[in-house]
């Protein structure tokens, strides 16, 4: 391989690394065929990278998030993105063709392009009237939009639209047609995750309420969205703070790594209400003690694990410094309870991108970048 070309597979390492932390992240698991998955549909834009894009693509953090949102829509919508469910059934175009048609073609329906811009929209919006409702739109209140927004997979004037929009307040927002039941409850659900991801002001919880009636949802259904959205802003919590641990610890002594994807961790698996504590001894610096702080179920642990052996071979460690940092793997995962997880982690890891990185270096010999 010519020397030029290097650079750009390095690139292709850091990339890789962290797209595969995004997609632990996001199914909150360590599924090795969602990590697969993702990076098919993002191989090409990996492999054209080129030597000026050093460091990742992470350090942009709305746009990678964004990016990452459309592309892993159509296999499992990030759990802590609030439109996850009404995705999952089918709000997004990044699903592609469906049924017979999708014999045919790759492209979806007119009709299903309508019904996604037309509900996808109301979905959108309903989002930002609940965030909205106190009458400030925070940064992080445009971020959730917008991965919703990338997540129905519109086209780019639409998503532009509804990006610039200011909020309409519920009072205002109209709704025009049925929503399916199931797809009106998704929505409620993501508009009480929205509003709780905060902490749920009286006014939030006002304007999710006058939706549900507009959306035709019942009490019980609008209970029931309430628990699950509760208990969605839960579930990331303890693996948010074991991940940032995790990271902080393996890497204590890099502190430029241990920040980029500790503060990643606590942005992709914690609620802003739930990252005070996690931000703050990322800002402090320090060491991190182990204590089995932390009770977290078998997921739970491989997927913090997980996190951590990516944050790690993003650096391309060499193969002594892979040996220091591995013995501390081991160390965390006896901590975290299982003292076999570590390998089993990392091997899951490992193997996905060696995979992937085979993968980048032949479609790069193919376009003849390589030489």
Sequence with gaps: MAQSARPTLANALVVLCEDA???VSAARRLDTDLMRGLARRRATLVAGLGPDMRGGLMNSWEGWVTSLCAAIAPLAPPRWMPLADAVEQGL???????GVRSLFTSKPSEKEVLRVRTIGSLAVRVLAAVMGATGQFSGESSLIRAAAVASLGLPEEDQRMLNTETPILAD?????GDVEPKLARAIIKGAFQAAMSDGLDPREEDAVLKLSTKLNVSVEAVNEARNQAKQTIEQG????EASVDAIRYVLFDDNAEAEKYGIAAARLNLATIHRKDSITAINVGGTVNLGKKYSLERKEREAALGLAWAAVLSADPTFARRSELMLRHDRLAADFGDKDSGAAARDAVERHVDSELSQIAGLREGSGSST
């Design 21 to 23: 932390f995004f997609a």
């Design 92 to 98: 997004s175009l990044e699903h592609g063709a469906r």
């Design 172 to 176: 205002a927002l109209e709704v025009y």
């Design 237 to 240: 919590k303890t693996l948010g």
